[in-house]
């Protein structure tokens, strides 16, 4: 299917933005594909595309979150100093670039799936409207998760003459996404009109409404802090509508970097800049090594000595989980109170003369990583069954938080096979799951473990904005914020992006009335269901 990604993209793209700008015109000009010759599912690969280049790379999931909750460490301080946006929370010359990214891709992006839905309730494909419904729900509440309030009841309504809409409480927005997912899942029918390039699911309605269902949950679990009652009821209503059974069910936006759709997170760690300065931080090393985890010799390696292939990301380090060694976070290399080279555990410089990798033997991502081709993790199996684990040890649903939580961790283990690179058996990951089995001591011992399991994993997934949002939820794993001179955040982990400053210029009305309901615009300002810790 990837053959056809850039194809069906670029058809997409041509045709969405014909319909974003003219939609009455292109709908009504004999001269134009009207909505009866257009099929809209050219738009899907479109919007599944945006969807993916929102979540990673530059957006800000690689240069905010990933550091933000310690999964990567950066020292930041040579040619890669936008990393200290996460790893130091101290801004750089882009940040208020970075911090708008996510926003504006994540409208675009819904705003595609608004024309598709458009054009598909014309031509009654009832369908493809559903799933534009569930795609579309996925991408607003990925923005919600980050900002807090937005627009959403009067969003994607330019047609309406609608220019300025009102920002939702986030309370309000969640609710009616609840809702509309709800009504979409309900809605698909096997043997109804049939999804078409469909680069997530090929087409396969039953994987779309069990992905529908397992975003309910996820979203249910959000509310756990702020209203028990309710996120109770999404929960059950997720399970009885059926989630993710296996791996198979993984949703990923496959990359085609020969037609100009690669990974974005991959293209930033092939940056010579960023192949020397990012790292895997002392927390994700040491959590692995605790319980020598199957993954580290696929996610990590030290590379050789030398600054040259310390910079060169097609040189091959050593994997071995014996000498890998995690960079503290908060560090950097000029020479004053916070080099790195002052850290009690330094491993020391490596190489000699002119080829001297000051930085030290710290353990970066491997290859899988810096491959274009690497698909993009959206939900999977994996994180499915550790929420489930997550509601049953809350007495959300009933089944045992034990298992959910042993098939949560093989999961994790097969489905890092998705990116192509060293393979973990069945075998391996079934033999580390009975090694290491769920603390049921007592429920917050349950808890701690699972969600310190979702961190990991859906940080090694390259996910990390998930990472982040199930660590405000959870409040797991405890981590040490930063305090390094001049940060943003009064040494405080960042709980979410400010609006774009760009907001303030076509839509004062709706952020004034969205930061004074917030109770401000910061870093620190909490979204509605952020009560984890």
């Not at 627009?151 to 330019?158: H, N």
């Not at 080279?341 to 991502?365: K, L, M």
């Not at 684990?389 to 045992?400: E, M, N, P, T, V």
């Not at 890092?416 to 973990?424: A, E, R, V």
């Amino acid at each position: 299917m990837k053959k056809y990604i850039g194809f069906l993209l670029v058809s997409g793209m041509l045709i969405s933005t014909s319909c974003d700008d003219r939609f009455q015109e292109v709908n009504t000009d004999p001269n134009r594909p009207g909505a009866d010759v257009f099929d809209p599912n050219l738009l899907l690969p479109t919007a599944s595309f945006g969807y993916g280049n929102m979540t990673t790379g530059y957006t800000g999931a690689i240069l905010f979150q990933s550091m933000w909750i310690q999964a990567l460490a950066s020292t930041s301080t040579g040619g890669a100093n936008y990393y200290s946006n996460g790893d130091k929370y101290v801004i750089s010359g882009s940040t208020n670039s970075y911090i708008q990214n996510a926003w504006i891709t994540g409208f675009e992006t819904a705003s595609r799936i608004n024309q598709m839905q458009r054009l598909a309730q014309t031509r009654e494909l009832t369908n493809l409207n559903a799933v534009g419904s569930i795609f579309k729900v996925n991408t607003l509440s990925f923005l919600a998760d980050i900002y807090g309030d937005i627009p959403f009841s009067e969003a994607l309504r330019a047609e309406e003459g609608i220019m300025q809409p009102s920002y939702d409480s986030q309370s309000d927005a969640y609710i009616g996404m609840l809702s509309e997912l709800e009504a979409a899942v309900n809605v698909l029918n096997a043997a109804g009109d049939p999804i078409q390039n469909d680069i997530i699911f090929g087409g396969d309605i039953e994987k779309w409404r069990r992905f529908g269902n397992s975003l309910m949950l996820k979203m249910a679990l959000r509310l756990v802090n702020v209203d028990p009652t309710l996120a109770q009821t999404w929960a059950q209503r997720a399970v009885a509508g059926g989630v993710f059974t296996s791996s198979e069910d993984d949703a990923l936006v496959p990359s085609d970097e020969a037609n100009g759709y690669a990974n974005s997170s991959a293209n930033a760690l092939n940056v010579p800049d960023d192949i020397y300065e990012v790292r895997w931080s002392k927390v994700m090393i040491d959590f692995l090594q605790a319980t020598n985890d199957p993954r580290l010799s696929i996610v990590a390696e030290v590379p050789p000595a030398g600054l040259s292939a310390n910079r060169n990301g097609v040189v091959v380090g050593n994997n071995d989980p014996a000498v890998q060694i995690g960079l503290p976070n908060g560090f950097d290399m000029a020479g004053g109170q916070f080099d790195i080279s002052n850290h009690p555990d330094f491993p020391g410089a490596t190489g000699s003369g002119g080829d001297v990798a000051v930085i030290g033997a710290y353990s970066r991502p491997t290859g899988i990583y810096r491959d274009r081709e690497a698909p993009v993790f959206i939900l999977t199996y994996a994180e499915v069954q550790l929420l489930l684990a997550d509601a049953a040890a809350r007495g959300l649903i009933s089944g045992s938080a034990a298992e959910f939580y042993r098939n949560g961790v093989e999961a994790a283990m097969i489905s890092m096979n998705h990116f192509g690179g060293p393979t973990l058996s069945a075998t391996a990951a079934a033999n580390y799951a009975t090694a290491n089995p769920l603390d049921v001591s007592t429920t917050e011992a349950s808890l701690k473990m699972i969600n310190e399991q979702i961190w990991a994993t859906t940080s090694m997934f390259a996910n990390f904005v998930e990472a982040w949002n199930n660590w405000k939820r959870s409040g797991y794993p405890e981590l040490t914020p930063v305090n390094f001179p001049g940060n943003f955040a009064s040494g405080q982990i960042p709980r979410r992006q400010p609006f774009p400053v760009s907001e303030a210029g076509v839509n004062e009305e709706g952020l004034r009335n969205a930061i004074a309901r917030m109770g401000g615009d910061s870093w620190l300002t909490r979204i509605w269901w952020d009560g984890g810790n």
